[in-house]
């Protein structure tokens, strides 16, 4: 069964009751979220029931190991998570006999998490434990919740391997939800290629961070990193500081009687007259461009603000929940006003309302963090998505969202944080210098009155499925039984690991006879591959590994590393020896790796016309090397340089969607004057920014060539391809969706203000050619000549 309906529906209710009732009558209930802090909050309410019989713990990375055998042995509702039970449980499952024998029910929450690559691997860990559950002769039911999944039955279903029910119909009581989408300014910094770079959305988060909380106004902002999160905290409470400074002087002992608020106009050095900007506040250590002044106004009877300054750029679109309502924000409500000051004792406590929090922290921390949102000791929460799912942090008046979180299931459980409590809420969208960001803030169509991504997810991806097997037979050994429960391709892989030397083939079946632990095979969080140890080279302290793929690009010589609160840089990169060594550091600059690529065709699988051209979906070989790396600075997104690397190229197999144009059609272009391959470099560059909107991934999931003429296809071709090996769906799902695709990432190109290009259009961070050459203009009217109704069989 799965639920699928709203934020605070009842879902939770939903399963609890059927839970706790087999507890009682001698069950077990095995319960899986994607998040610590999910499973700490569903301890939280578990206990608060006080029913003796009900023996609730959590088995994570948090548990002390001195807990973990009691849990084992006594615990009758179990909360985890797939790591702890792919890496410890099941391989232990002969620990854990007395628990599966009795399991009657399996609670996957916040199951929408699982998508992509992560989705795949979660697939096949839960068909491993429908064998584990078999072997011990328990059949527990499979009850999946989620507030924002796309055809919920179906994705169920490739989840679990599964037939489902599904529950879609939500009657439950809610709030009006204001909706603003807010694009930042143009600054006069220039970037790559002399282009206007925007004021960052963690610098606009920050400012309004600062002024909700001033305002009474409890809320969460969401940020995309958690070097992010704690920098929005840091410059939010900085201008807090400020602020209190200059009212201790005004108000030295705060009246004790209600009084009128006052204005900002009344106020001496009030964010309005005097923009307490990131240079303004030497705690902060970053410098940024200045606020906007005359960016606030009052809405939610008289207690919230909503920015005015920016909002798509346009005057201000406040969008309601479904997208029912839309208008600019009234004059009359422009008159922003600072609290009564009676609330606050002392002034200087006031930066004490502003917190960080995200994964890192010690458990108690976060407990603790939560437990203050709550009871309203902290009015401002800067956070990564780890307080996106389910976690009751009910009395939330608002919520910032600093940069398109990836999908609109995302978008709208983030948002669903605040007005839990059928309260009306405020939700801003803080656009970023990405062409996606771009497009929506100008398209509030593509998020209103539509559904949710489908979840992409592809468990017989042969990459993903291999090391399950081998994990599965470690566990117990693989009979041709157990195919079917794995999908299709288990026979073509099974062959292939035997032919590795991973597994050996006996009569009775396929067992794992090596030392090593097969679950190391699988990174699920990453993309697979031998790991690459990072270590401290003072200390020589283990941080923790990054999958060798991925290493390339995160762990390269001079990249900013960040682990559990702390920021290193990384001295050394050594594949040969599989570590990188990290030293500690608090730079002001982020980087990104770039590569250049080249891509050969090996199958293809589908094709169809499209416009002037022709789309085709198959199977690819990428090579790849990272050639160099980008450093901007954290706070205005300034470009500090282009440092050159020294690495290996890797070969990816890989699934891509590509479409050519032919001679006949570009000919017009370039006698126009047009760059073709300027042209197609700044349209795969939007494309792949644009993705993400259509098939549930992050662009760096995903990866680009395009080339005037390539030596497979004797054209202008433009590809996209999924970065993981195997493919991950996302490709597919492209040239699935691709005529929509394609004009989404016109719109988005024709929208930017900017003249020949930027970040915000037909630039990317990415770029191994250094953004070089790129033609705006050329790009649309190429994406023109491909969709042009030349067809009536597009995408």
């Known amino acids: 069964m799965i639920i699928s309906t709203g934020t605070a529906s009842g879902k939770s209710l939903a399963y609890l009751t059927p839970a706790v009732a087999a507890c009682l009558d001698g069950g077990t209930i095995l319960y899986l979220t994607p998040t610590k802090a999910l499973a700490a909050d569903q301890l939280r309410s578990l206990r608060e029931l006080r029913i003796t019989q009900l023996r609730a713990a959590c088995f994570d990375g948090d548990t002390p190991f001195e807990e973990r055998t009691w849990v084992r042995q006594h615990a009758n509702y179990v909360l985890t998570n797939p790591d702890m039970l792919h890496r410890s449980i099941l ?42 559950c078999a072997r011990y002769g328990s059949r527990p039911t499979f009850l999946l919740a989620s507030a924002t999944a796309s055809e919920p039955g179906a994705f169920a279903m490739r989840l679990t391997g599964l037939e489902m029910d599904e529950v879609t119909v939500d009657a439950s009581p809610k709030g009006a939800t204001t909706i603003a989408l807010w694009e ?110 005359g960016r606030h106004a009052k809405s939610l009877d008289g207690h919230a603000t909503v920015p005015d300054g920016h909002a798509t750029g346009q005057g201000g679109h406040a969008t309601g929940q ?68 389910g976690v009751d942090v009910s009395g939330l008046d608002a919520v910032l969202i600093a940069g398109w979180p990836g999908t609109r299931a995302s978008l709208w459980q983030q948002a669903g944080r605040a007005g839990r409590d059928g309260q009306d809420a405020l939700a801003v969208l803080i656009a970023r210098d990405d062409p996606l960001d771009t497009y ?57 690991l035997v032919a590795q030397g991973l597994l050996r083939r006996r009569p009775t079946g396929w067992f794992w006879t090596r030392r090593e632990r097969a679950t190391d095979l699988a990174d699920i969080r990453g993309g697979g591959g031998a790991p690459i ?39 050394l990169l050594d594949l040969e020896a599989g570590v990188a060594l990290v030293s500690g550091a608090n730079p002001d600059f982020t980087t990104f790796a770039r590569d250049i690529t080249d891509i050969s065709i090996l199958a293809t699988q589908r094709s169809q016309p499209l416009g002037a051209g022709t789309l085709h979906f198959g199977e690819v070989e990428v090579t790849r090397q990272v050639v160099s790396y980008l450093k901007r600075r954290l706070q205005s997104g300034e470009m500090l340089g282009d440092e050159p690397l020294d690495l290996p190229p890797r070969t990816l197999r890989t699934r891509a969607v590509w479409w050519t144009l032919p001679a006949s059609a570009v000919a017009p272009l370039a006698e126009a004057g047009i760059d073709l391959g300027g042209a197609a470099h700044a349209a795969e560059h939007a494309s792949i920014g644009l993705l993400p909107l259509f098939a549930t991934c992050d662009r760096w999931d995903i990866g680009g060539v395009s080339t005037e003429l390539h030596a497979d296809t004797g054209l202008l071709t433009v590809f996209v391809y999924d970065g993981h090996e195997g493919g991950a769906g996302f490709a597919e799902r492209g040239y699935a969706r691709a005529a929509d695709w394609l004009t989404a990432t016109r719109e988005a190109i024709t929208s930017c203000e900017c003249e020949r290009g930027c970040p915000s259009c037909i630039q990317s961070p990415k770029c191994g050619n250094g953004n070089e050459p790129l033609h705006k203009r050329g790009a649309v009217r190429l994406l023109d000549t491909l969709l042009s109704p030349q067809s009536t069989t597009t995408g």
């Not at 002969?94 to 399996?106: E, N, T």
């Not at 004790?256 to 309005?272: F, L, N």
């Not at 998020?447 to 097997?469: Q, S, W």
């Open 91 to 132: 391989p232990r499952h002969a620990q854990w006999s007395s628990f599966f024998r009795r399991l009657r029910m399996i609670v996957v929450d916040e199951c929408h998490g699982y998508r992509g690559v992560f989705g795949s691997h979660v697939a096949q860990i839960l068909r491993r434990l429908r064998r584990v």
């Open 322 to 389: 479904g997208g029912e309502a839309s208008g600019q924000v009234p004059e009359s409500s422009l008159n922003w006003a600072l609290p009564d000051p009676s609330p606050h004792p002392d002034w200087s406590d006031l930066p004490n309302k502003i917190a960080a929090y995200r994964a890192g922290y010690l458990a108690e921390d976060r407990r603790l963090l939560e437990k203050a949102l709550r009871a309203g000791t902290l009015m401002g929460l800067a956070t990564t998505n780890a307080l996106e799912l």
């Open 184 to 293: 930042p300014p143009l600054t006069e910094l220039r970037g790559e290629g002399g282009a206007p770079v925007r004021r960052t959305a963690t610098a606009e988060a920050a400012d309004l961070l600062a002024d909700l909380v001033l305002a009474d106004v409890r809320t969460l902002a969401f940020v995309r990193s958690r070097r992010g999160a704690e920098t929005v905290a840091l410059t939010a409470r900085a201008k807090l500081a400020d602020v209190a400074f200059s009212l201790s002087g005004r108000f030295p002992h705060p009246p004790g009687a209600a009084e009128q608020p006052i204005t900002g106009h009344d106020t001496p050095r009030t964010p309005q007259d005097e923009p307490l900007t990131s240079q303004d506040s030497p705690a902060t250590g970053l410098d940024g461009p200045a606020a906007t002044p």
């Open 533 to 571: 140890q990072v270590v401290e080279s003072s200390t020589g302290r283990l941080l923790g590994s990054v999958d060798e793929p991925s290493a390339h690009t995160t762990v390269h010589t001079g990249a900013v590393y960040l682990h559990q609160g702390e920021t290193f840089l990384v001295e």
């Open 440 to 496: 929506l803030v100008h398209h509030p169509q593509a998020l209103f009155g539509r559904p949710v991504e489908a979840i992409v997810l592809d468990p017989d991806n042969p990459y993903v499925l291999g090391p399950h097997l081998c994990a599965a037979a470690a566990e117990i050994p693989l009979t041709e039984d157990d195919l079917p429960i794995f999908g299709d391709t288990t026979s073509t892989v099974l062959d292939d």
